[in-house]
């Protein structure tokens, strides 16, 4: 009998129940029963399901409240001394709202102190608290929430299985602070942190635990030779717990780490059968013939119903050859999908049908373990031929594929890539017609969507506000946008996106390919929640999707309005997309949509046009050896969309994030006229990468942070251009915010723009 399990459930609840509750409590609305009530509600709800769907185990860890890595640094003691939380370590219970401290900064209860940072986890959308690492760090037993629950689970009658960050992907996650932090070796904590995980596991079997997961993604990245004796030493260690473990890699292969993993004393191995499915013959060859396979063939990234006819052509032999060492589940946690496809009230069953969220793929994991039994009933044949069925109407349906998209892409030549002019020409005829200043001021996109903007949007959703009444709201935001930007004295304007619910959504809502759900939630990060389109067909545009706006912004005044567009790649990279053609390709048929609409940007007499690709950085994949065949199509796209554009429009990029010095190449190779950054916060060190590679054309580094309230002071941002200055050549800067400002409120806005507009006449006339 093939075992049939999840590496983890989604923890939010089909109602973003989780969310609810959490920030309640942080708003003081309910308390701590409360809130520990709703976290054991979900968990009984998620496991029922689980038991329910029929899997074998129920998965008991992957519960947090905020973030499963932040739930081992707690469990581990790790954390820092800022949060004052000694005591609670010693006695062996971190306080939850010294979690959420760590994770936000402040609680209902506890001093507030600086938040932990946090980041993408591996190459997916989800954020997670990283662990901090110091010197001669001590660990101890310090959370008894995993026993708990495991408890809990066993009185509800489960069988269980528990799920736990690996040691060595913990620290790998983690950084090293306080002095000599970038020389800090990480592993010189593994010890202690071993000595942990002795007492947890040790404890786990005294509850009667049999299996626990121990979730090694650190392991489809490129390890240091000393990391791959890690885990040697790691777990040859903890292969002396009294229980089974299963070592669970996923998000990719395992490259050149096979052997590696494959040779760890465990007794079971977990494989990402979706990503990387050419590994698995490999792993069979040289599995020892007592250890378990657990094959993740259930897509745990995307929304795409299985093939499950084809997986269980693929299976079958695998499963006579390992008989119930054999396990199946989807290829990661499932953290990463949408809750439960049942919800969705308003998709058409067509596009249902070709659908599966979390709740099916347990579901789907199931059925496919039974269908590689000897036997199966008439209505497990009959859900199977279902399944067939819908996935020959997909791949045959004419919402998918359209001929008029594959004739274009495949017209696509070299040059269409190429603006007219190298930038040394263009920039003559952009100063010609813009005529700017030096030190231009501009700003990023987005301004306050205020109470008023999202009330009327509402309405308009609601059907309460006719579309006439609504657009005319939007113009008026517009035009007074146009007033503030003009009486702060700016040089370049924008329109200030009013009209956009969000920057991918807008654009996906205008083109053909895209579909939209009501409660298709995934969580990012602690309470928050995207919800990704999904974008299931060939994209094409139908009409323009901004010039209506941006036209109507440039009438208003006479100084450059520039338009503002999503990138190809942040589209691609913020959606579901299609797993029947490779993403470079849908990323293409995007890029084709974007070059129509900078082709009637300009046509309206729009002189600049800004590209917002703010995901282009996180859409590197994991191992090093893959990032130029990604950054060569990723570049490619960009320019697709913006060389349609002649050599006196002016084409603008911006990105939010702080590392370029490894991609700088491909930054230069987008060949934006202008590029706007972040880099208010590291002191312009950032412009240290564009310098030494000798970046040729203009860059806008954002003079101050606006995740932060506070108005920035004129003198600060001219010091820090006269830094930006020293790397680069003054006519080529501009003077810009580090992002957008919608999340910001006009209060805090006008007088900051106002000190930066007066920055830039200080830079003026010194310069
Ligand atoms: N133009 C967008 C804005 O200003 C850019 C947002 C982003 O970089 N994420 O909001
Ligand atoms: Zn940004």
Not at 586 to 609: P, S
Not at 668 to 682: G, K, P
Request: with cysteine; net charge negative.
């Amino acid at each position: 009998m093939t075992i049939a399990h999840v590496l983890g459930y989604p923890r939010i609840g089909a109602d973003r129940e989780l969310k609810k509750a959490s920030e309640a409590y942080w708003k003081g609305d309910i308390d701590r029963q409360d809130l520990e009530a709703e976290g054991r509600e979900l968990r009984r709800r998620h496991w029922a399901a689980q038991r329910e769907a029929g899997l074998d185990l129920v998965t008991v860890g992957d519960f947090a409240f905020y973030d499963q890595v932040l739930n081992v640094s707690t469990l581990l003691g790790a954390v820092p001394a800022r949060f004052g939380a000694e005591h609670e370590v010693a006695r062996g219970e971190v306080d939850l709202d010294t979690a959420f401290r760590m994770a936000r900064g402040r609680a209902p209860s506890g001093e507030p102190a600086a938040a932990c940072e946090m980041t993408k986890y591996f190459d997916t959308n989800y954020h997670y608290l990283v662990p901090e690492l110091y010197p001669r760090q001590r660990f101890q037993l310090a959370s008894t929430r995993l026993f708990d629950e495991v408890a809990e689970a066993r009185e509800q009658g489960h069988a269980v299985k528990v799920a736990l960050t690996g040691p060595l992907t913990w620290l790998w996650l983690g950084k090293g602070r306080g002095d000599h932090a970038e020389a800090f070796d990480r592993l010189s904590l593994l010890d202690g942190v071993l000595e942990v995980y002795d007492q947890v596991l040790a404890r786990l079997a005294a509850q009667g635990v049999e299996w626990v997961q121990l979730d090694e993604p650190a392991l489809v990245q490129d390890l240091p030779a000393d990391w791959k004796q890690a885990y040697e030493r790691a777990y040859h260690r903890l292969q002396a717990a009294p229980l089974k473990l299963l070592l669970a890699t996923y998000f990719g292969g395992l490259g050149d780490n096979l052997s590696l993993a494959v040779g760890l004393p465990v007794d079971g191995l977990h494989l990402d059968a979706v990503r990387a499915p050419e590994q698995v013959e490999a792993v069979v060859d040289r599995l020892l013939p007592h250890k378990v396979l657990s094959l993740g063939v259930i897509d745990g990234r995307n929304v795409w119903r299985a093939d499950l006819a084809a997986l269980r052509g693929r299976l079958v032999p695998l499963a006579t050859r390992l008989g119930d060492r054999l396990w199946l589940a989807p290829s990661c946690s499932l953290l990463h999908v949408p809750v439960d496809l049942a919800a969705e009230s308003e998709l058409d069953d067509e596009l249902k049908g070709w659908l599966a969220f979390a709740r099916q793929k347990l579901d789907e994991t199931v059925l496919l373990g039974r269908a590689l039994g000897a036997r199966l009933s008439a209505d497990d044949e009959a859900r199977l031929a279902e399944a067939g069925v819908a996935l020959a109407a997909r791949r045959g349906s004419p919402r998918i594929h359209r001929p008029a998209v594959a004739e274009r892409l495949a017209a696509v030549r070299d040059a269409d890539s190429e603006r007219a002019s190298p930038y040394v020409d263009r920039v003559r005829a952009q100063r010609r017609r813009l005529d700017l200043p030096l030190f231009p001021t501009t700003t990023i996109g987005s301004f306050p969507q205020t109470a008023e903007i999202r009330a009327a949007r509402r309405a308009h959703k609601a059907g309460e506000l006719s579309c006439a009444d609504y657009e005319a709201r939007m113009e008026a935001e517009i035009e007074g946008a146009v007033r503030r930007q003009e009486a702060l004295g700016l040089d370049m304007l924008v329109h200030g996106e009013a009209e956009r619910n969000d920057m991918v959504e807008y654009f996906g809502e205008r083109l053909d390919g895209f579909a939209f759900t009501r409660f298709g939630w995934v969580q990012s990060y602690g309470s928050r929640c995207v919800k990704p389109p999904i974008l299931f067909g060939d994209v094409a545009r139908q009409a323009p999707m901004t010039v209506r706006w941006s036209e109507r912004a440039q009438s208003l005044t006479d100084k450059p309005m520039k338009g503002m567009l999503t990138g190809p790649v942040t589209i691609l990279q913020w959606s579901f997309v299609r797993d029947d053609q490779p993403r470079a390709t849908t990323c293409r048929q995007i890029a084709l949509a974007l070059r129509d609409e900078v082709a009637d940007l300009e046509a309206a007499g729009i002189q600049a046009i800004q590209i917002d690709e703010p995901a282009l950085r996180e859409g590197l994949p994991l191992r090093q050896a893959e990032w130029q065949g990604y950054l060569d199509w990723a570049v490619d796209c960009f320019r697709l969309s913006a060389a349609v554009a002649a050599d006196a429009t002016q084409i603008h990029t911006h990105m939010c994030y702080s590392e370029f010095n490894d991609i700088i190449g491909a930054i230069a190779a987008l060949d934006a006229d202008v590029i706007t950054i972040e880099t208010s916060r590291s002191d312009m060190e950032l412009l240290d990468a564009f310098r030494d590679f000798a970046y040729p054309n203009e860059i806008g580094p954002g003079v101050y942070d606006i995740h932060s309230p506070n108005i920035p002071e004129v003198d600060w941002m001219v010091a820090l251009m006269d830094k930006a200055a020293e790397r680069i050549p003054v006519d080529r800067l501009w003077v810009n915010p580090d992002c957008g400002l919608k999340t910001r409120g006009w209060a805090e806005v006008e007088p900051a723009l106002a000190n930066m507009v007066e920055a830039a006449r200080v830079l003026r006339r010194r310069h």
